[in-house]
T-cell receptor
Framework: DAKTTQPPSMDCAEGRAANLPCNHS???????VYWYRQIHSQGPQYIIH???NNETNEMASLIITEDRKSSTLILPHATLRDTAVYYC???????????????FGTGTLLAVQP | NAGVMQNPRHLVRRRGQEARLRCSPM?????VYWYRQLPEEGLKFMVY????????ESGMPKERFSAEFPKEGPSILRIQQVVRGDSAAYFC????????????????FGPGTRLTVL
């Protein structure tokens, strides 16, 4: 699975959009980009994932560059409860023969400020 | 639809005792993963199981740790003769059986079991 690189920390004002970047320059064609977050001491929470196209759900939007070497997670209106460590993970999709174990890096600590 | 359930949420053991951690996957999920998070560290994969089979145990310590996912009942992570270094949060995740034509391996995590070894 491709290695991902994220900034260690970011701040965001409450009510503003939070844009969290992730670099995955060695990603292969069958690897998806997944985002999870971990709010202090809780279990990781799935946010969103994508392969090539941009994706949106009720929690966030995922923008993947055309060359797939980087992506951005967007929380459109950050709240204090969005303060968490956000993890970007590249993982082979189903049928790829891999065991789909998630390899967590150090992530980005997003601090939403009032 | 209930999420992944883990129990106990907190477990205290003395050195040398056994710890048993339980994980009930989401309904319809037949894949279970265990991860460990040591204090102030990131999550590390331990083991991946399907019903009655261990698929990948590359992250399991070689001794004292074992895992099972029987045909009936929850998945169990068992730690024998616990030591202080086993103190950590243990998270279980589950995912559905992959379906053809789509990617359905999203893993959903439980709340974790916090093991403290005295």
């Amino acid at each position: 699975d491709a290695k991902t690189t994220q900034p260690p920390s970011m701040d965001c004002a409450e009510g503003r959009a939070a844009n969290l970047p992730c670099n995955h320059s060695t990603i292969s064609g069958n690897e998806y980009v997944y985002w999870y977050r971990q709010i202090h001491s809780q279990g990781p929470q799935y946010i969103i994932h994508g392969l090539k196209n941009n994706e949106t759900n009720e929690m966030a939007s995922l923008i993947i560059t055309e060359d797939r070497k980087s992506s951005t997670l967007i929380l459109p209106h950050a709240t204090l409860r969005d303060t968490a460590v956000y993890y970007c993970i590249a993982i082979v999709g189903a049928g790829g023969g891999a065991t789909n174990k998630l390899i967590f890096g150090t992530g980005t600590l997003l601090a939403v400020q009032p | 639809n209930a999420g992944v359930m883990q129990n106990p949420r907190h477990l205290v053991r003395r050195r040398g005792q056994e710890a048993r951690l339980r994980c009930s996957p989401m309904k319809g999920h037949s894949h279970v993963y265990w991860y460990r998070q040591l204090p102030e560290e990131g999550l590390k994969f331990m083991v991946y199981l399907q019903k009655e089979n261990i698929i990948d145990e590359s992250g399991m310590p070689k001794e004292r740790f074992s895992a099972e996912f029987p045909k009936e009942g929850p998945s169990i992570l068992r730690i024998q003769q616990v030591v202080r270094g086993d103190s950590a949060a243990y998270f279980c995740a589950s995912s559905p059986l992959p379906t053809s034509g789509g990617f359905t391996d999203t893993q959903y995590f439980g709340p974790g079991t916090r093991l403290t070894v005295l």
